[in-house]
């Protein structure tokens, strides 16, 4: 084996195979003949990767490894580790796409070679991308060497889908990878706090601002700057150096090209700004949240506390101050905020300053799950820096798009319908921020509302804004209470047509038994895990649908084209999963590159979590959408499987019971082990029929509940607001 040779642990080459942990060390205990650990700790082992490929080949459990999983392969097993490798990749990327024939003529040569030459090339390209003080140090000869391998393999992805596309998947995947390591802002987040950032539509046809130059004094991974449309001048600051340097090469890489001026720092923003004489036209920032440690003590007489000395606690203002102090006059700061710092006391003197000052001109408030922390519902604060000859702005536009669910219903960063948030937000802010605005702006009860900035000066200078918008209508005022009660007449009349009969005595069944792990082996049917992809062009399915029984209700970032079925896929994980005598094991989470997983009628879908009997059946209404995570998708043949008779049987209670582990503090379901009868299909269609009837009376028990409770709440709400009168 080759001293430089990649490792890849067991989890990797479970990836490889398409199969679960389980199955790879049961191929460990089964044969010879598999390649032996050339590192890693006894419990956590490494293999070379190239004998792992050929074992897995000669096995017929590997046709061929895909270009960019063997470069991820190589990237995980950098001595150096993960970072330093994708950042050696992100500058072999920039070369191979600014100076494509000198990396053709560098790879040309021995390894030994090219890491002698590559010092030169990358720090030419380096240089003339990010200048001086640039956050990307040239790697030197000793450091490349142990990369080259896994620099032609990049080299190679990049010929196959483009330099951006490459970084972007390995860079995608190293973030998926560490969820807990990065702060992430989501792409929908991005966007919206981007718009906002936007000079006003008249301010834009005037030529006003032609420039656009923008500032993220807190990058993290540059997913704000990446969403900037037509910048001219990009500035960023990070405090972490690794992070600093794979972003400066995502957004170099994300650019047209070197018109574009970039710049990328690192250090600590409030105690050391990296561009403390720089104002630009807007400034994004997703700060970090609840700091203590700030440089309260350090930076008391700093110049940039134009509107207040934050107290200890009020790190977000300081960052709010910073992003007001780096702006030209009339440009625009848009910053992620916590709820708390709406409200707090300790802040309020500074939100007083910036309302009578006009600096402060919109609070956004998001739904829960729009970034982390996913639990709690965020802020956006727009900022205006104010003009020496204009007017302090009168008004504060509080926006709430939290729609009012009923109890229950699914919230979190999954079924977030980000298109609807951001229509939701620019049909406010658009015209509360058109040039020479007259006319007072429409006022929207429950999400929209241009506040005097008088009636919040008072002593809480409390600016959530939940607080100062006139309710909602009542579930639509006494006509809607009348057709909510009328639809639950209706839908109570219909649960007790579907009422069960009464049950008649029978006696105890002795069949014989078989496992869904072993109805798979014989290809009866296929068994997979949601990803959580959806294509972007799909609805997902998730735990909670299934759950509750309502329709699919989440949304996943596009990255890939859907993919029209499972059963390729699923035969190619249960084949290897039968030759090594287990069943394939649940998937990994879903990456940025996850296929979707869309279902099909007839499809059985099962929870992973929570340990309960539950199982749906996919109907023409469900069809299409993608399998969510947490979810496991039962495709019976229908030559050999009823799926409600199958659904039916595996919401036995006694059979959850058996198939669920206690392994950690949450119960998890093993498909493969719940157990189904040997019965002829016209058998299991008579049960089939008895399961179908009782689902029915469920989802009619469902939906009766649902609008008893949308009744009652609106009821008790009409009648507190004057909107029904209590008759």
């Given at each position: 084996m080759p001293e430089n040779s990649t490792e890849v642990t067991a989890a990797g080459i479970a990836r490889l195979a398409g199969v679960g942990r389980a199955a790879v060390s049961n191929w460990r205990r089964r044969h010879a003949d598999f390649p032996k650990p050339v590192g890693g700790t006894e419990a956590s082992p490494s293999f070379a990767l190239p004998e792992v490929e050929q074992w897995l080949r000669d096995q017929g459990k590997l046709a061929e490894v895909p270009l960019r999983e063997r470069v991820w392969q190589q990237l995980t097993g950098h001595p150096g580790g993960a970072v330093t490798a994708l950042v050696h990749a992100g500058c072999a990327l920039l070369l191979v796409r600014d100076r494509p024939t000198a990396w053709l003529e560098i790879t040309a040569v021995s390894d030994a070679r090219m890491a002698g030459v590559l010092p030169g090339a990358l720090d030419h390209v380096l240089a003339d991308r990010f200048g001086e003080g640039r956050a990307v140090p040239t790697p030197t000869e000793q450091e490349l060497l142990p990369s080259v391998p896994l620099l032609?393999?990049?080299?190679?992805?990049?010929?196959?889908?483009g330099a951006r596309q490459a970084f972007d998947f390995l860079f995608g995947r190293q973030l998926d990878a560490n969820p807990r390591q990065y702060t992430l802002t989501p792409p929908g987040l991005a966007e919206l706090m981007a718009d906002l950032a936007e000079p006003p539509r008249g301010a834009r046809q005037s030529g006003r601002h032609p420039s656009r130059t923008v500032l993220d004094p807190a990058a993290g991974t540059g997913a704000l700057l990446r969403a900037v449309g037509r910048p001219t001048a990009l500035y960023a600051q990070e405090t972490d150096p690794d992070l600093a340097a794979l972003t400066a090469l995502r957004l170099a890489l994300h650019a047209g090209g070197s018109g574009e001026a970039l710049a990328v720092r690192t250090g600590d923003t409030l105690r050391a700004d990296a561009f403390p004489r720089l104002t630009v036209d807007a400034v994004l920032c997703h700060p970090p949240f609840n700091e203590r440690n700030w440089g309260h003590d350090e930076l008391a007489y700093d110049p940039r506390w134009e509107y207040g000395f934050p107290a200890r606690t009020e790190s977000e203002?300081?960052?709010?101050?910073?992003?007001?102090?780096?702006?030209?006059?009339?440009?625009?700061?848009?910053?992620?905020?916590?709820?708390?710092?709406?409200?707090?006391?300790?802040?309020?003197?500074?939100?007083?300053?910036?309302?009578?000052?006009?600096?402060?001109?919109?609070?956004?408030?998001?739904?829960?799950?729009?970034?982390?922390?996913?639990?709690?519902?965020?802020?956006?604060?727009?900022?205006?820096?104010?003009?020496?000859?204009?007017?302090?702005?009168?008004?504060?536009?509080?926006?709430?798009?939290?729609?009012?669910?009923?109890?229950?219903?699914?919230?979190?960063?999954?079924?977030?319908?980000?298109?609807?948030?951001?229509?939701?937000?620019?049909?406010?802010?658009?015209?509360?921020?058109?040039?020479?605005?007259?006319?007072?702006?429409?006022?929207h009860p429950g999400t929209s509302r241009a506040v005097p900035v008088i009636e919040l000066l008072d002593d809480d200078v409390d600016l959530a804004p939940a607080r100062h918008l006139p309710p909602r209508a009542a579930g639509g005022g006494a006509a809607e209470l009348v057709r909510v009660r009328q639809r639950l007449d209706d839908t109570l009349k219909l649960t007790s047509r579907l009422t069960p009969p009464p049950a008649v005595p029978g006696e105890p069944a002795r069949r014989p038994f078989t496992t869904v792990g072993e109805l798979a082996r014989a290809g009866a049917l296929h068994l997979r895990t949601g990803t959580g992809a959806s294509g972007g062009t799909a609805r997902v399915l998730t735990e909670h649908d299934v759950l509750a029984g309502t329709a699919p209700s989440g949304t996943a970032p596009s990255g890939t084209a859907p993919s029209g079925t499972a059963a390729s896929t699923g035969t190619a994980a249960a084949g290897a999963a039968a030759?090594?005598?287990?069943?394939?094991?649940?998937?990994?989470?879903?990456?940025?590159?996850?296929?979707?997983?869309?279902?099909?009628?007839?499809?059985?879908?099962?929870?992973?979590?929570?340990?309960?009997?539950?199982?749906?059946?996919?109907?023409?209404?469900?069809?299409?959408?993608?399998?969510?995570?947490?979810?496991?998708?039962?495709?019976?043949?229908?030559?050999?499987?009823?799926?409600?008779?199958?659904?039916g049987f595996l919401r036995a209670t006694a059979n959850s019971r058996q198939a669920s582990s206690y392994a950690s503090t949450a119960a998890r379901l093993d498909a493969r082990r719940l157990q189904v009868p040997r019965l002829p299909l016209d058998e299991q269609r008579r049960y089939g029929e008895q399961f179908s009837a009782l689902a029915a009376f469920e989802d009619a028990l469902r939906t009766a509940g649902r609008l008893g409770g949308q009744l009652v709440q609106g009821m008790y709400d009409g009648l507190t607001e004057g909107t029904v009168a209590p008759e």
């Amino acid at each position: 084996m080759p001293e430089n040779s990649t490792e890849v642990t067991a989890a990797g080459i479970a990836r490889l195979a398409g199969v679960g942990r389980a199955a790879v060390s049961n191929w460990r205990r089964r044969h010879a003949d598999f390649p032996k650990p050339v590192g890693g700790t006894e419990a956590s082992p490494s293999f070379a990767l190239p004998e792992v490929e050929q074992w897995l080949r000669d096995q017929g459990k590997l046709a061929e490894v895909p270009l960019r999983e063997r470069v991820w392969q190589q990237l995980t097993g950098h001595p150096g580790g993960a970072v330093t490798a994708l950042v050696h990749a992100g500058c072999a990327l920039l070369l191979v796409r600014d100076r494509p024939t000198a990396w053709l003529e560098i790879t040309a040569v021995s390894d030994a070679r090219m890491a002698g030459v590559l010092p030169g090339a990358l720090d030419h390209v380096l240089a003339d991308r990010f200048g001086e003080g640039r956050a990307v140090p040239t790697p030197t000869e000793q450091e490349l060497l142990p990369s080259v391998p896994l620099l032609r393999a990049v080299g190679e992805l990049a010929a196959e889908s483009g330099a951006r596309q490459a970084f972007d998947f390995l860079f995608g995947r190293q973030l998926d990878a560490n969820p807990r390591q990065y702060t992430l802002t989501p792409p929908g987040l991005a966007e919206l706090m981007a718009d906002l950032a936007e000079p006003p539509r008249g301010a834009r046809q005037s030529g006003r601002h032609p420039s656009r130059t923008v500032l993220d004094p807190a990058a993290g991974t540059g997913a704000l700057l990446r969403a900037v449309g037509r910048p001219t001048a990009l500035y960023a600051q990070e405090t972490d150096p690794d992070l600093a340097a794979l972003t400066a090469l995502r957004l170099a890489l994300h650019a047209g090209g070197s018109g574009e001026a970039l710049a990328v720092r690192t250090g600590d923003t409030l105690r050391a700004d990296a561009f403390p004489r720089l104002t630009v036209d807007a400034v994004l920032c997703h700060p970090p949240f609840n700091e203590r440690n700030w440089g309260h003590d350090e930076l008391a007489y700093d110049p940039r506390w134009e509107y207040g000395f934050p107290a200890r606690t009020e790190s977000e203002l300081a960052w709010v101050q910073h992003a007001l102090a780096h702006l030209r006059e009339g440009g625009t700061a848009v910053v992620l905020m916590p709820p708390a710092a709406a409200s707090r006391r300790s802040g309020r003197r500074i939100r007083a300053d910036l309302l009578r000052r006009g600096a402060l001109r919109a609070v956004i408030a998001l739904p829960a799950g729009a970034a982390p922390p996913y639990g709690i519902p965020l802020h956006i604060w727009v900022l205006r820096k104010p003009g020496s000859e204009q007017p302090p702005a009168p008004e504060l536009l509080v926006v709430d798009t939290a729609e009012p669910e009923p109890a229950g219903a699914p919230t979190g960063r999954d079924r977030l319908d980000w298109p609807a948030v951001r229509a939701a937000v620019l049909d406010a802010w658009t015209p509360f921020d058109a040039p020479g605005r007259r006319e007072p702006v429409e006022e929207h009860p429950g999400t929209s509302r241009a506040v005097p900035v008088i009636e919040l000066l008072d002593d809480d200078v409390d600016l959530a804004p939940a607080r100062h918008l006139p309710p909602r209508a009542a579930g639509g005022g006494a006509a809607e209470l009348v057709r909510v009660r009328q639809r639950l007449d209706d839908t109570l009349k219909l649960t007790s047509r579907l009422t069960p009969p009464p049950a008649v005595p029978g006696e105890p069944a002795r069949r014989p038994f078989t496992t869904v792990g072993e109805l798979a082996r014989a290809g009866a049917l296929h068994l997979r895990t949601g990803t959580g992809a959806s294509g972007g062009t799909a609805r997902v399915l998730t735990e909670h649908d299934v759950l509750a029984g309502t329709a699919p209700s989440g949304t996943a970032p596009s990255g890939t084209a859907p993919s029209g079925t499972a059963a390729s896929t699923g035969t190619a994980a249960a084949g290897a999963a039968a030759s090594s005598g287990a069943a394939a094991g649940p998937a990994h989470t879903a990456s940025p590159d996850a296929e979707p997983l869309l279902l099909e009628e007839g499809d059985v879908v099962v929870p992973v979590l929570g340990g309960g009997s539950m199982a749906r059946v996919v109907d023409q209404a469900t069809a299409g959408a993608a399998l969510g995570r947490n979810l496991q998708l039962l495709r019976p043949d229908p030559a050999a499987l009823d799926p409600w008779f199958l659904a039916g049987f595996l919401r036995a209670t006694a059979n959850s019971r058996q198939a669920s582990s206690y392994a950690s503090t949450a119960a998890r379901l093993d498909a493969r082990r719940l157990q189904v009868p040997r019965l002829p299909l016209d058998e299991q269609r008579r049960y089939g029929e008895q399961f179908s009837a009782l689902a029915a009376f469920e989802d009619a028990l469902r939906t009766a509940g649902r609008l008893g409770g949308q009744l009652v709440q609106g009821m008790y709400d009409g009648l507190t607001e004057g909107t029904v009168a209590p008759e």
